[in-house]
């Protein structure tokens, strides 16, 4: 897939419709799942809190319920994220996005980041709820995103993820592609964070991105409109 030949009902599909707010209300998230449903998007990003709420508004729908996990600081214990995951899937969830613990992966610890990325994608994987990996790419060397990416490999989760948005950067087209590279068609890569126009979300794609998660879908829908004509 690339930017010059999607049409826009797979683009459509690739948007992680988001609202991931600290003071998002019962309305706003009303907004979003209609918005999701009217434009057939792949899911709506939220935390696991109104994981319920938005399933029930999304009922009969082809949207998804995405929770994101240990959001945004990754900093809770792997039986912490494991419990979160199981609560969101019992409540609804048909996908998940949890944090690594970035402390333990500058640590040296890649058993911790294995064990914790093995325990989280076996409770969805026994669920049949898609997992993705949530790097926090900012904060990581080209060599940590790299080692990061092989350990997925071993354990393959559905997607691996740039960028929770809530840090001091988000998603790089770079990034994509050394994700991208590492685990080629295995493992799906999602881009997040600072992706608010089409352009943006043009050279994502092209680098090899499969999910876009934005809080400006409808714009960025837009812009691919108007220039499409």
């Keep these: 897939m690339n930017s010059q030949t999607i049409t826009r ?27 999701a449903a009217d434009n057939h998007f792949a899911m709506v990003a939220i935390n696991s809190a109104p994981v319920y709420l938005c399933k029930k508004l999304l009922a009969g729908t082809d949207v998804h319920v995405g929770a994101a996990i240990s959001f945004p600081l990754g900093q809770t214990t792997i039986e912490t994220k494991v419990f979160e995951t199981q609560n969101a899937i019992q409540n609804g969830a048909d996908e998940i996005d949890y944090v690594i613990n970035v402390g333990e992966l500058k ?27 949530i790097f926090e790419i900012c904060y990581l060397t080209q060599d940590e995103i790299r080692t990061v990416a092989e350990i997925a490999l ?18 790089t087209v770079e990034a994509v592609r050394l994700m991208k590279s590492v685990v080629g068609n295995q493992i799906k890569v ?3 964070g600072g992706i608010r126009d089409w352009p943006t979300c043009a050279a994502m794609i092209d680098a090899g991105a499969e999910r876009i998660g934005t809080s400006n879908s409808l714009k960025i829908l837009q812009e691919f409109d108007a220039e499409r004509g």
């Design 154 to 171: 071993e354990i393959k989760p559905d997607f691996i993820k740039t960028s929770t948005g809530f840090g001091t950067g988000g998603a």
């Design 190 to 192: 999602k881009a997040a």
């Design 107 to 133: 640590n040296g610890n890649t058993d911790y980041i294995r064990r914790e990325m093995r325990a989280i994608v076996e409770v969805c994987r026994r669920h049949k709820v898609l997992s993705k990996v």
């Design 9 to 35: 009902e797979q683009l459509c599909r690739l948007f992680d419709h988001t609202n991931l707010k600290t003071f998002a209300d019962q309305k706003m998230f009303e907004t979003l799942c209609r918005e």
